[in-house]
Antibody
Framework: QVQLVQSGAEVKKPGASVKVSCKASGYTFTAYYMNWVRQAPGQGLEWMAWINPNSGDTKYAQNFQGRVTMTRDTSINTVFMELSRLRSDDTAVYYC?????????????WGRGSLVTVSS | DIQMTQSPSSVSASVGDRVTITCRASQGIGSWLAWYQRKPGTAPKLLIYAASSLQSGVPSRFSGSGSGTEFTLTISTLQPEDFATYFCQQANSFPITFGQGTRLEIK
């Protein structure tokens, strides 16, 4: 079954870091770029980053430069998104999303989302 | 960043109705636009890409049109399962940006 399974909810304190995982199954992991998109309460979707699982090359949104790191482990078909120096406005649901056709900027497969709550 | 503005923000309609949702880009994006459907508690579903290409498995009652700065998503004959939130996304340039969504509600 083609799917993306994300890690569970996290509660973090301001200033801490969080690492969210997204495990792919049912397709060739290295053939499709993966993206991270988040949605804060009451806000729209916000694209954060993408990774080429084959090469490990990444691209980050300017808003998250220096705070976000995307990595992958091809042995377990999993991508990771680590966000550091968390703030309360980082409270959001974080989604991984696969690129249609391998490397487009359209997303044809999404995870169910991982809720990250930042609170003191 | 390219701003994506959807209208209306919500719409009420009945089963069998024809519904059109509009998405405007703050600058020209060619045909680099997608539409997604989202239901509560589920992941977004790609409906349309490249402004008018129907994603595999999506019913033909969904269609997209437009180019440049103005785009539309049309649902020709609403079905009960179509009541959801719809949002657009530009794929022209980084950062990728999304519209705020249009909630389609049952009248």
């Amino acid at each position: 079954q083609v799917q993306l399974v994300q890690s569970g909810a996290e509660v973090k304190k301001p200033g801490a870091s969080v690492k969210v995982s997204c495990k792919a199954s049912g397709y060739t992991f290295t053939a499709y770029y993966m993206n991270w998109v988040r949605q804060a309460p009451g806000q729209g979707l916000e694209w954060m980053a993408w990774i080429n699982p084959n090469s490990g090359d990444t691209k980050y949104a300017q808003n998250f430069q220096g705070r976000v790191t995307m990595t992958r482990d091809t042995s377990i078909n999993t991508v990771f998104m680590e966000l550091s120096r968390l703030r309360s406005d980082d409270t959001a649901v974080y989604y991984c999303a696969r690129a249609l056709g391998g490397y487009s900027h359209y997303y044809d497969l999404w995870g169910r989302g991982s809720l990250v709550t930042v609170s003191s | 960043d390219i701003q994506m503005t959807q209208s209306p923000s919500s719409v009420s309609a009945s089963v069998g109705d024809r519904v059109t949702i509009t998405c405007r880009a703050s600058q020209g994006i060619g045909s680099w636009l997608a539409w997604y459907q989202r239901k509560p508690g589920t992941a977004p579903k790609l409906l349309i890409y490249a402004a008018s290409s129907l994603q595999s498995g999506v019913p033909s009652r969904f269609s997209g049109s437009g180019s440049g700065t103005e785009f539309t998503l049309t649902i020709s004959t609403l079905q009960p399962e179509d009541f959801a939130t719809y949002f657009c996304q530009q794929a022209n340039s980084f950062p990728i940006t999304f519209g705020q969504g249009t909630r389609l509600e049952i009248k």
